[in-house]
């Protein structure tokens, strides 16, 4: 059997929505390899050729995949590029010492809002079923079954708002839309990139920060290095955890099927634990 649509996506919550909306109908490649750590990407020349025959390619936002700007232009797709950033509400960029590379002037992390996901999942169900009406049908039940589970989280996530403690300590700012949500402050070690290096004047304050506050765990994430995390836990004398921006998942995961919802649960039982709730 053909797929009667072709998608590539670029990061893994994208790859995940056209996944449950599309299932088996949709031949689906994703750029960012399982395993490796998202912002730093750059895509190869199989990757353009694969790309060049797809029907659509979905980027999340020319902030985060900085190199996708040139490559549409190259290959004059314009016309089948579906910026997700356009459709989802951003929030403006958190300016910190460390972010001056950084070019946009938007949050690029805007899945990390289960309301902008949703929309994200509804404008994939938009293009799937005008590239293909004969199984809209089908995508429409798809997308109505993923809302439910995606409104149950929501409604799991309410139970932040009960937190005693809602500081959290992060390796990167990746956490803003979930932060202003659930009227959290997230502090990162890195900005807005995982793969920064902070000074050791900025660890100095985390550190401080950490014992003045009473954060009881400092979090990592898996893609980037845990170092600078581990050493400021152990100098506040608190525990350190895996907070997932939910940026890519392992190859062993991707075999289990695991997807966003999964990983934002993870996340959920975490935070929980880390901001004295109820
Ligand atoms: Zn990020």
């Known amino acids: 059997?053909?797929?009667d649509v072709s998608i590539t996506t670029t990061i893994f919550p994208l790859y995940d929505v056209v996944k449950n909306i599309g299932g088996d109908n949709v031949k689906l490649t994703n750029l960012v390899p399982f395993g490796v750590e998202a912002h730093e990407f750059e895509p190869k020349a199989k990757d353009i050729a694969a790309l060049s025959k797809s029907d659509y390619f979905i980027i999340s936002s020319p902030v985060f995949e900085t190199w996708s700007t040139k490559i549409i232009s190259s290959l004059k797709i314009q016309d089948k590029t579906i910026d997700m950033s356009q459709k989802v509400k951003l929030i403006e960029m958190k300016h910190s010492e460390h972010e001056h590379e950084h070019k946009g002037s938007y949050d690029p992390h805007y899945w990390l809002s289960?309301?902008?996901y949703m929309n994200v999942a509804k404008e994939v169900a938009a293009l799937?079923?005008?590239?293909?009406?004969?199984n809209a049908k089908l995508y429409e039940a798809n997308l109505a079954a993923y809302l439910v589970k995606l409104e149950a989280?929501?409604?799991d996530y309410e139970v932040l708002k009960s937190c005693k403690n809602k500081k959290v300590i992060v390796n990167h700012d990746a956490f803003e839309y979930l932060a202003q949500e659930y009227g959290i402050t997230q502090y990162s070690i890195t900005?807005?990139?995982p793969?920064?290096?902070?000074?050791?004047?900025q660890i100095a304050q985390l550190i401080d920060l950490t014992k003045k506050e009473k954060i009881p765990t400092v979090f990592f994430e898996e893609f980037a290095?845990?170092?600078v995390a581990k050493s400021i836990a152990k100098e506040a004398n608190v525990k350190t955890d895996a907070l997932r921006p939910v940026e890519n998942i392992t190859v062993a995961e991707s075999k289990k099927g695991i997807g966003y919802i999964d990983i934002m649960k993870e996340n959920l039982v975490k935070l929980h634990d880390a901001?004295?709730?109820q």
Do not use: Q, V
Not at 128 to 134: A, Q
């Open 225 to 227: 290095s845990d170092k």
């Open 275 to 277: 901001m004295d709730c």
């Open 1 to 3: 059997m053909f797929a």
């Open 191 to 193: 900005g807005m990139t």
């Open 153 to 155: 989280l929501k409604t």
């Open 114 to 116: 289960i309301d902008n």
């Open 195 to 201: 793969e920064t290096k902070p000074s050791p004047k």
């Open 128 to 134: 799937l079923s005008t590239k293909d009406p004969e």
